[in-house]
């Protein structure tokens, strides 16, 4: 399967959230500077906590912040909301070609971002030195992506590089 050979449908980004919950995320990127960001990015996540577009605008606030734990705990919330609109199992673990090539093509979008989602995980594990764990979702994006569209061969080359020198 390409991960690049569709057409781009379903794009999180263009699903609207509330009117209130934009104002947040607006309110959230225009105190960033000052580190008041955090709070209207909370308060918009209680309103709708299964927006994309609020995960998203969280996992960066954190992630630019250095505060990679929580970036990872968006991440893999995240992850569970996408994954869910594929039905794709629980553990990343047990997804395979087959599965993957399953997928209808208006879904593929999705895909795209459910393993985009699952990189920066791994790449957040490997950042918190879960070597191991990072590891291991390199090597199962490597599997699913043979053509390397979601690129994560370069990083399991640095995580298996990190290992041998730790």
Not at 29 to 53: I, K, M, T, V, W
Not at 83 to 109: C, H, K, M, Y
Not at 139 to 154: M, T
């Amino acid at each position: 399967m390409d991960l690049l050979d569709f057409d781009a449908q379903d794009l999180y980004f263009e699903r609207e959230d509330s009117f209130e919950v934009r104002t947040l995320i607006k309110e959230a990127a225009e105190s960033y500077g000052s580190g008041d960001g955090e709070l209207p990015l909370l308060q918009a996540y209680l309103r709708a906590p299964e927006s994309l577009n609020v995960l998203v605008a969280l996992n960066r606030f954190y992630y630019y912040r250095h505060r990679l734990s929580e970036a990872l705990l968006i991440s893999e919330k995240a992850l569970a909301i996408i994954r869910a609109g594929l039905a794709f199992p629980e553990d990343w673990r047990q997804l395979n070609i087959g599965l993957l090539g399953s997928v209808p093509s208006a879904s593929l979008t999705r895909v795209r971002l459910y393993l985009f989602t699952l990189k920066s995980i791994g790449f957040l594990h490997m950042r918190l030195d879960n070597l191991e764990l990072s590891r291991s979702i390199f090597e199962k994006l490597v599997e699913l992506d043979v053509k390397d569209r979601i690129g994560a061969h370069a990083l399991l080359e640095l995580v298996v590089e990190r290992q041998i020198h730790v």
